[in-house]
């Protein structure tokens, strides 16, 4: 094998994984106080995107008002 496609495939596969490692650590990451106001629970009901992070700060707000 060519070393420059060795190279090629070793930074896709560490592009890749950083993907993930940063979309998880963003998934895991509490909502900062400061940005709960941007929640708007009327546009949320209307739009069909489950995994929207607005949609995601209304959940957050709606289970704090429960307890």
Do not use: Q, W
Not at 21 to 49: G, Q, Y
């Amino acid at each position: 094998m060519n070393i420059t496609l060795i190279v090629a495939i070793v930074i896709i596969v560490l592009l890749i994984g950083l993907f993930f490692v940063s979309f998880v650590m963003n998934k895991k990451t509490p909502i900062p106080e400061n940005c709960r106001h941007l929640a708007n629970e009327e546009a949320c009901e209307a739009c069909n995107m489950y995994d929207c992070a607005f949609n995601k700060i209304n959940e957050v707000i709606k289970e704090e008002n429960k307890k």
